[in-house]
């Protein structure tokens, strides 16, 4: 897997073997970074659910000042800091073993600039665990998010609708194949 741009733009970057994580293929991945612009320079990055760091470092990349990349298995939280330590992004990039969706895993209220929220397809296939994954975004834009900051949501195409999103968040789909990224914004910063 590479980097698609910004300073470290050709480098290269172990991905976990197998099919345990799914990273988000090169053509998402850049109409998502080309939309996200405002929000990197100097911003404060929270990489949820981030296998090999694809999204966070490639934020870092693009002039974001630093990133909290949440992973929950040990050892691809593991190959993750190998990576960030190899494009010697370290001192910029903080790895948390933990559960993307437990609160203690995303840092302070207030403080992230851009949020990326990319959870395995199976916890949108079961209705249960679909409704805590989207209680669990509208905490994060609402507690996490920094007022005028985003969060992209990576869902599989068809695995949830607008009316599933929490009545508070402004939402806009745009569908690449079989990937939808949803861009979620606070609705009270919308109306102001």
Known sequence: MRIIGGELRGRRISAPKGRATRPMLDRVREAMFSTVGDWLEGGQVLDLFAGSGSLGIEALSRGAAKARLVERNPKTAALLAANLKA???????????????????????????????????????????????????????????????????????????????????????????TNSLWYVKREEVIAS
Do not use: M
Request: contains cysteine; glycine residues 8%.
């Open 87 to 177: 494009l010697e992004l370290s001192g910029r990039a903080e790895v948390v073993i933990g559960n993307a969706l437990d609160r203690a895993s995303w840092g302070k209220r207030g403080s992230a600039d851009l949020i990326f929220f990319d959870p395995p397809y199976p916890l949108l296939e079961d209705p249960n665990a679909r409704t805590e994954v989207l209680a669990v975004l509208a905490s994060l834009a609402c507690e996490v998010l920094l007022p005028e900051g985003l969060l992209v949501f990576h869902a599989q195409r068809g695995a949830v609708g607008q009316a599933a999103f929490d009545q508070r968040l402004e939402v806009e789909e745009r569908r690449y194949g």
